[in-house]
């Protein structure tokens, strides 16, 4: 199976920046996707193919790309940003959809 | 908006099949791919396989072997079927609308109700 591989968690003050990775042999063929769950809601997607925000989500939110490695940075973090962020992709021959495991995301 | 909801037993026993109803409202159920997704409480998210409008399926290559994906256009609803379920399968049950022309930019979800596998 394919796996998607984040970091746990990550901790920021309100006003810097955080980053986020997601590393994956696939994602150098295959869009990758992230969203944002906070405790008891559905997720939201925040970017879409790999650097594509949808309307209605700041700006301070984006994504780039390198190699086998994604990223979702959030510029001048703020307390409601304080969320778990998933990583989604597709396996190499795009036949089936990957989660990676998520990363909590704590504003200090 | 288009809105969706999930619906279906919140209880199911082992070895029976856990069945959910996602119903789409403010939109129509055409030309869109339909997903399941996953949550087993305070764990991480599981695609569990998607519906085109037109009935073609696509599943997780984990549960393939148990897991059916339905579309019925006259109601504007897609279902799921997961066969001999256990404990494992306890989880948050989402359904999600991609965008148009994507298999997988899951842009809308529902509510996502906690199924239990328990006797």
């Known amino acids: 199976s394919y796996d998607l591989t984040q970091p746990p968690s990550e901790s920021v003050s309100p006003g810097q920046t955080a980053r986020i990775t997601c590393s994956g042999d696939?994602?150098?063929?295959?869009?990758a996707y992230w969203y944002q769950q906070k405790s008891g809601q559905a997720p939201v997607l925040v970017i879409y193919?790999?650097?594509e925000r949808p309307s209605g989500i700041p700006e301070r939110f984006s994504g780039s790309t390198s190699g086998t490695t994604v990223a979702l940075t959030i510029s001048g973090v703020q307390a409601e940003d304080e969320a778990d962020y998933y990583c989604?992709?597709?396996?190499?021959?795009?036949?089936?959809?990957?989660f990676g495991g998520g990363t909590k995301l704590t504003v200090l | 908006q288009v809105q969706l909801q999930e619906s279906g037993p919140g209880l199911v026993k082992p070895s029976e099949t856990l069945s959910l109803t996602c119903t789409v409202s403010?939109?129509?159920?055409?030309?869109?791919?339909w997903s399941w997704i996953r949550q087993p409480p305070g764990k991480g998210l599981e695609w569990i396989g998607y519906v085109y409008y037109t009935g073609r399926t696509r599943y997780n290559p984990s549960l393939k072997s148990r897991v059916t994906i339905s579309v019925d256009t006259s109601k504007n609803q897609f279902s799921l079927n997961l066969t001999s379920v256990t404990a494992a399968d306890t989880a948050f049950y989402y359904c999600a609308r991609a965008t148009l022309g994507s298999a997988w930019t899951f842009a809308f979800w529902g509510q996502g109700p906690l199924v239990t596998v328990s006797s």
């Open positions: 989604q992709s597709a396996d190499s021959s795009g036949s089936y959809v990957v």
């Open positions: 193919k790999d650097t």
């Open positions: 403010g939109g129509s159920i055409s030309d869109y791919y």
């Open positions: 696939a994602l150098p063929k295959q869009y």
